[in-house]
């Protein structure tokens, strides 16, 4: 069965950093492109970045550009999202989710959450001073 799980997460000030982390089990992350998703009380969804299965494609949001990272390491079978000058308006839920390994699903261009369809519980980032 296939399972991811966040975490990372927590409470920061302003201008703090963090590092989620998304583990899977009971498959090969390697195989998959990796989102990272948002959902904020009372707003959209948002995804934040993906990782095509590579390594090879990052994308970001404009939101969050410059300021978070994403990466892998499939030998772990882990995605990290490095996430520095955090404000508050990152304040989220954060959820990965995996995605099928064609290549239109993470690349360079762009990504859509609603391709990525499996996904973690989520682990809550709190920013605020």
């Known amino acids: 069965q296939l399972q991811l799980v966040e975490s990372g997460g927590g409470s920061v000030q302003p201008g703090g950093s963090l590092r989620l982390s998304c583990a899977a089990s009971g498959f090969t992350l390697s195989y998959y492109n990796i989102a990272w998703i948002r959902q904020a009380p009372g707003k959209e969804r948002e995804g934040v970045s993906c990782?095509?299965?590579?390594?090879?494609?990052?994308n970001y949001a404009d939101s969050v550009k410059g300021r978070f990272a994403i990466s892998r390491d499939n030998a772990k079978n882990t995605v990290y999202l490095q996430m520095n000058s955090l404000k508050p308006e990152d304040t989220a839920v954060y959820y990965c989710?995996?995605?099928?390994?064609?290549?239109?699903?993470?690349?360079?261009?762009?990504?859509?959450?609603?391709?990525?369809?499996?996904w973690g519980q989520g682990t809550q980032v709190t920013v605020s001073s």
């Open positions: 989710a995996a995605g099928p390994l064609a290549a239109h699903v993470c690349t360079v261009i762009g990504f859509d959450v609603n391709d990525f369809g499996s």
């Open positions: 990782i095509s299965a590579s390594g090879s494609s990052t």
